[in-house]
């Protein structure tokens, strides 16, 4: 079986918490949840969670986050509820504070994982690293000189919207001749695909 893309997965991540604060300095406890959508606008999943952290321990000792959610068997159409705990840990930040991680809660060849994560993907039934869920980044199942041009329409069209001229003093701008650049990457990469799917 071949690896999961990371692009494609519904991903958890600690930067996300933080930047919505729900791990604030101090401490704290907080709800919410997350919506993932792809496709079309009724293909969506979401799931729900609570933040549990009490700052005080450096260590990250019982630091929580609870994860709940919904899953329904795309078969059977029967739908199963989770609801289980995934543990938070920290380190020392250089200037004082502390950075949390998720400690991946899946158990792997019979062993707990439990390794520091920034980001949980969706791996079958539940979330865990990438490693367990024998993920990749679409860059890196790429090989010889594609690796690394992963490029998206999506990067295209936001750098699109950022140009405000194409042209100054009579030269392309820089951030024009990226587009450029980037476009025939996304050129290459359709071409690419299509060899393989002509094979």
Same mark, same amino acid.
Not at 80 to 105: H, Q
Not at 125 to 149: L, T
């Given at each position: 079986?071949?690896? #999961? &893309?990371? +692009? ?13 604060? *729900?791990?604030? @300095? ?50 059977? #159409? &029967?739908? +199963? ?13 250089? *200037?004082?504070? @502390? ?42 199942m790429k090989g010889g000189k594609y690796r690394g041009r992963s490029v998206t329409e999506s990067d ?11 042209? *100054? ?31």
């Amino acid at each position: 079986m071949g690896k #999961q &893309e990371a +692009e494609w997965s519904n991903r958890f991540s600690i930067f996300w918490l933080k930047k919505h604060g *729900y791990l604030p @300095a101090g401490g704290g406890w907080g709800s919410g949840g997350i919506t993932w959508t792809w496709g079309a606008s009724d293909n969506k999943s979401s799931m729900g969670f609570t933040v549990a952290t009490n700052n005080q321990d450096i260590s990250g000792n019982g630091n929580y986050v609870e994860l709940r959610y919904t899953r329904t068997d795309r078969w059977t #159409q &029967e739908k +199963e509820a989770f609801e289980y705990k995934v543990e938070l840990t920290t380190t020392p930040c250089n *200037y004082g504070g @502390a950075r949390y991680w998720f400690r991946c809660p899946l158990v792997r060849n019979g062993h707990y994982c439990g390794r520091r994560v920034g980001v949980l993907y969706n791996v079958g039934k539940y979330f865990g690293c990438r490693k367990c869920g024998d993920i990749a980044y679409s860059a890196q199942m790429k090989g010889g000189k594609y690796r690394g041009r992963s490029v998206t329409e999506s990067d295209v069209e936001r750098l699109e919207k950022e140009i405000k001229r194409n042209v *100054y003093n009579g030269r392309l701008t820089r951030k024009y001749r990226r587009l450029i650049r980037m476009k025939a990457a996304l050129a290459d990469d359709w071409i690419m695909m299509a060899r393989c799917f002509s094979r």
